[in-house]
């Protein structure tokens, strides 16, 4: 059985999803893919143990503290390379900017390859189920492009800079995909 329940938020309405023990899902409202990895019908109930340290991470996060990503139990829903990708944003640092080229790359080693398709890490970047958490808004394009998040742009803009990243290299796309 699959639960749910909202958070508002300064970047709005939150969705949480979860098993009763585990986070499964994080989504912004109107994100593009909301809820695409929950494929039951999830029941609404806000006092469950694992919302509650979610909604405590949300605040100190929206209060420009950095809390730790493990302090959670994220079990996000997805395929072995998707895991893996979401698996390497965990690990960009707060604040900080990584692009899809370099992501591409930590996977090709970790899969033994010559290289890895930056459009592959793209989709699987773009399918992250536990927005903000795992932090899909710190990935940019080469050229510092804040393209890529499905939240928005106007999104990925508020959370990097209420991470307090430097923006002064990165800009808007003026067309592309994910506008």
């Known amino acids: 059985m699959y639960y749910s329940t909202t958070y508002l938020s300064p970047v709005g309405l939150l969705t949480l999803a979860c098993d009763g023990e585990s986070l499964l899902g994080l989504w912004i409202a109107g994100q593009k893919y909301h809820g695409d990895t ?5 029941v609404e109930k806000d006092n469950i143990p694992v919302f509650k340290a979610t ?12 809390p730790a990503i493990s302090e959670l139990p994220l079990a ?39 290289s890895m398709s930056s459009q592959a890490v793209g989709g699987a970047v773009g399918h992250n189920p536990i927005s903000i958490i795992i932090p899909c808004h710190r990935v940019v394009g080469a050229n510092g492009s804040l393209t890529g998040y499905a939240g928005g742009i106007a999104t990925k803009i508020k959370l ?4 307090g990243a430097d923006m002064s290299s990165l800009f808007i796309p003026k067309k592309g995909t994910a506008l």
Request: charged share 25%; proline share 3%; hydrophobic share 40%.
């Open 160 to 163: 990097l800079e209420l991470e």
């Open 76 to 114: 996000p829903i997805g395929g072995e390379f998707r895991q893996q990708i979401w698996n390497i944003l965990t690990e960009i640092p707060y604040g900080k900017v990584i692009t899809y080229g370099d992501i591409a790359k930590k996977m090709a080693v970790k899969m033994n390859k010559q």
């Open 55 to 66: 909604k405590n991470w949300l605040e100190k996060y929206f209060a420009g503290k950095q």
């Open 38 to 42: 929950i494929l039951e019908a999830m």
